[in-house]
């Protein structure tokens, strides 16, 4: 996943792209917000700082908005209430506050791009198997078992590609919360632990959704 960062603060900008790369995505950095809209080609998510030295961020992100379909999560500036509404009236998709965890800030960066659709440089098939006969297609958004197609819910379905797209290693309960509801609130533990219980119904696959304990889940099989 390749991201635009447009942060002038070079503090901000040398923690964060080591941050982002080790999360396996790519980045490009621009200081500046005017001239934007040029390097949009092949970015999947913009990181917008609202607060740059040439240009009204606002006014940056309708520019993006005019020129692109491309996921925009504005960075702000603790308190500024005013600019988080502003900026999610200018098209941005979502907001961060700054200083920011950067766990959730990648959380957000893979819920926006999920909530946008697959980007067109990622192949449409891309399809995980297990060998219990599961077939789950991430760009269909299909889930078939032994060769019959399963009707999940959207949420349901979410929850099961975070997993598959994981490859068996452990997503947390926070990252999946984050990224399928894009939020989090009293009571989101217990509602993810529904959809999975549901999931380990429908699928008639007990064991594929694994529970790790106090932490999250996996995909076994
Ligand atoms: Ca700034």
């Known amino acids: 996943m390749h991201i635009l960062l447009v942060e002038d603060d070079d503090r901000v ?35 917008l700082d609202l607060g740059l030295p040439d240009a009204d961020g606002v006014d940056v992100c309708r520019a993006i908005r005019q020129a692109s379909d491309v996921p925009v999560i504005v960075v702000t500036a603790r308190g500024d209430v005013e600019d ?8 941005a998709d979502d907001y961060v506050v700054k200083p920011y965890d950067v766990g959730e800030l990648v959380a957000r960066i893979h819920a926006v791009q999920r909530r946008r659709g697959p980007s067109e440089a990622e192949p449409a098939d891309r399809v995980v198997t297990t ?17 019959t197609e399963i009707t999940l819910t959207r949420k349901e379905f979410q929850v099961l590609a975070l997993l598959a797209a ?13 990224e399928v509801w ?3 609130w009293p009571g989101a533990n217990r509602t993810l632990d529904v959809h999975v219980a549901t999931l380990r119904t429908k699928l008639g ?17």
């Not at 923690?15 to 917000?33: I, Q």
């Not at 988080?84 to 098209?91: A, D, E, M, T, Y």
């Not at 991430?138 to 060769?147: E, I, N, Q």
């Open 84 to 91: 988080r509404i502003v900026g999610l009236h200018s098209g």
């Open 205 to 221: 696959r007990p064991e594929l959704v694994q529970t790790v304990r106090g932490v999250g889940y996996r995909l076994g099989g």
């Open 182 to 184: 894009g939020r989090s």
């Open 13 to 47: 900008a040398a923690a964060l792209r080591p941050a982002l790369h080790r999360h396996g995505m790519t980045t490009t950095r621009l200081e500046r917000g005017r001239g934007a809209v040029d390097h949009l080609a092949g970015v999947d998510v913009v990181l």
């Open 131 to 147: 060998d219990d006969g599961v077939a789950i297609d991430l760009g269909r958004h299909t889930v078939t078992v032994d060769g």
């Open 166 to 178: 994981a490859r068996g290693t452990v997503c947390t309960r926070t990252r999946i919360v984050a």
